[in-house]
């Protein structure tokens, strides 16, 4: 590469249950013109319908297909990215498209400061009927930057269009795949990355000039069960906090129930706060996240088998 | 300087040419940049020190290309900065546009992002550059270092090569005047460029003196309009004074202001500010206010 100097990116994207449309998803990332990454898609469904789909992919260089029988969106993210050695990691879902300046605008962010450990950017909604639902979306307009963890409650994008360091994620022991979609606390992991990068002294930039579309369409009865998975997550996560013992993050929990109290919601579906049941959701989480194994030196929720199936 | 140099090299626009002008004879800086093997980089030393302005002039007249953006020596760009600003000057639509961007003012109190806001249609240049309409500051600003024009602009307005300060913003004034010139933005809010403001500081301080910002005001009359002539009075003239604290200056420069018209509120409010708060608290107050202020992010609003 002539341009010497860029860093290498990996885009990591772990996949279940979408078949064959996470095709779309692949064509816009490879339509990207930057000099230096490559795509690794970890597949984590029982069938073959996704590795049918990816054959014609299989020829590029660029391309790496992972089988997995690992369970969650954590453990799928952190198998893919051990498989690699890219310097910044890019993360999207299954169900979204990217634009074409995607990965480079995304490195761009990481020149801003370099102490920067995690970019997130904005997640648009492709075309739906906004009468019979709704695709869960993040949108700033300016670009921030969070410098400490009392900065948190600026900071809440998604892992649908995020960005790491590879050596933050590293020191952090990864994503704790006890967090996110399909794991025992359902949600929350980009929420504990965030939080244990700032607490370590990394900062966290937000920009609206790294973008995806996300395609992920949900009926408007879906959102109490999105919602209600969210918070659990985030109970369990600051119970974590408090068990490794960082009780300074108690204030980021102030500022999170002023929003609950007060203001419209970080996640907002139709305009409904759907207050009790964010709190009955989030104490559930913290309880249960009391009561889970935690391994403090990793700061992670111990994942043992047991508790696992006990969960369910 | 390596810094610089290398942000420009380390750009994701390939095809560019990146000439370094050593202001004066300094073998110790032209030996550390020829250490870095980059074919694309031209190093000229000059045989006496010019000043900014002449030093800009002579990177012109080495220049090959047509589209010429300059990089000050304590500042950096963003990878992207020349690929996206050459898009939107090939669109502009102006022959010789000077565009712009957004960059970061990075001092040790934190980091500003300005422009805070764009010229409004129809705003004369000098008063998008120098009135305010809120006390936080850096609404107008420029950076020479988020600036990219044409080589032809430039030669038929260079640089003014006998000033000690101002040179930049005399030239921004007199070129966007020049016919088929005109000031724009990228539309994007994101910055492109890191301007490092501490070392600029320190270079400012002791090059500049407030009875020079002043003269500069009074011979440059004709390209300010009445009411940017005040601001600049009020805002840029007493910074410089304040920050030498010459109390002396306190009431003539007011008066003299006033001589031209009445400052506006905020203009005041800003001049006893200026005087009566040290720079290091003003920065870190106005810090704080643009993050407890900084648009709020959403989810779901069905964009």
């Known amino acids: ?312 | 300087m390596i810094r610089a140099a290398k942000s420009a090299l380390q750009q994701t626009l390939d095809a560019i040419e990146v000439i370094v002008v050593i202001d004066g004879p300094d073998e110790e800086t032209l030996k550390t940049l020829l250490q870095i093997e980059d074919p694309r980089l031209r190093v000229v030393m000059l045989s006496s020190h010019l000043g900014a302005g002449g030093a800009r002039n002579a990177g012109v007249k080495e220049a090959r290309s047509q589209w010429i953006a300059f990089l000050d020596d304590d500042d950096e760009w963003l990878p992207q900065k020349l690929e996206i600003q050459l898009q939107a000057a090939k669109q502009s639509s102006y022959p010789n546009p000077i565009i712009s961007c957004r960059f970061i003012s990075r001092t040790e109190e934190g980091d500003l992002l300005w422009p805070r806001r764009y010229p409004r249609q129809d705003e004369p240049l000098s008063e998008y550059l120098f009135c305010q309409s809120s006390l936080f500051g850096g609404e107008g600003f420029l950076a020479m270092s988020s600036v990219l024009s044409t080589k032809v602009l430039l030669q038929k307005a260079p640089f003014r090569e006998d000033l000690m300060a101002h040179e930049d913003w005399e030239w921004l004034l007199q070129g966007s005047n020049v016919e088929g010139a005109g000031l724009e933005f990228l539309p994007s809010r994101d910055p492109l460029v890191i301007w490092n403001m501490e070392e600029n500081r320190l270079r400012i301080s002791t090059a500049n003196d407030w009875r020079y910002s002043l003269s500069w005001a009074q011979t440059n009359r004709p390209l300010l309009t009445p009411r940017a002539y005040i601001s600049f009075l009020m805002v840029q003239v007493s910074l410089h004074a304040a920050r030498m604290r010459e109390w002396r200056a306190f009431w003539s420069i007011f008066l003299k202001a006033c001589q031209h018209g009445r400052p506006s509120l905020i203009d005041l409010l800003a001049y006893v500010l200026i005087w009566f708060i040290p720079q290091p608290i003003r920065r870190r107050i106005v810090i704080l206010h643009d993050k407890i202020l900084s648009p709020r992010w959403s989810r779901n609003e069905g964009r």
């Open chain 1, 1 to 312: 590469m002539n341009r010497s100097g860029f860093p290498s990116i990996t885009v990591i994207i772990s996949t279940r249950d979408r078949g064959g449309h996470i095709v779309k998803t692949i064509e816009t990332i490879l339509e990207n013109d930057y000099p230096h990454f490559d795509l690794i898609i970890v597949d984590q469904n029982e069938d073959d319908l996704t590795e049918t789909s990816l054959k014609p992919f299989l020829k590029n260089p660029q391309f790496r297909y992972l089988k997995s029988h690992t369970q969650g969106l954590s453990a799928g993210r952190n198998l893919g990215i051990s498989h690699t050695e890219g310097e910044i990691i890019a993360l999207t879902d299954d169900d979204c498209e990217v634009t074409t300046d995607w990965l480079k605008e995304l490195m761009t962010a990481f020149y801003v400061d370099r102490r920067i450990g995690v970019v997130f950017g904005n997640v648009e909604s492709g075309p739906h009927d906004s009468t019979a639902g709704f695709i869960p979306t993040y949108f700033r307009t300016e670009p921030f930057l969070a410098s400490t963890w009392r900065e948190k409650h600026h900071v809440n994008g998604m892992s649908a269009c995020m960005g790491i360091r590879r050596s933050l994620w590293e020191s952090l022991n990864g994503f704790d795949e006890m967090l996110g979609a399909g794991s025992t606390f359902k949600a929350g992991e980009e929420t504990d990355f965030t939080i244990r990068a700032l607490l370590t002294g990394h900062f966290v930039y937000e920009t609206p000039a790294v973008r995806v579309i996300h395609q992920g369409f949900r009926p408007w009865e879906k959102g109490r069960i999105l919602i209600q998975g969210y918070l659990y997550g985030t109970g369990a996560t600051f119970a974590k906090y408090l068990k490794c013992g960082h009780g300074s993050v108690i204030s980021i929990l102030l500022l999170m129930g002023w929003r609950w109290a007060f203001q419209p919601p970080a996640v907002d579906i139709g305009h409904r706060p759907f207050r009790l049941l964010r709190l009955k959701a989030f104490v559930k989480g913290f309880l249960d996240g009391l009561m889970a194994p935690v391994d403090r030196s990793r700061g992670h929720f111990s994942s043992s088998k047991l508790f696992r199936t006990q969960k369910g």
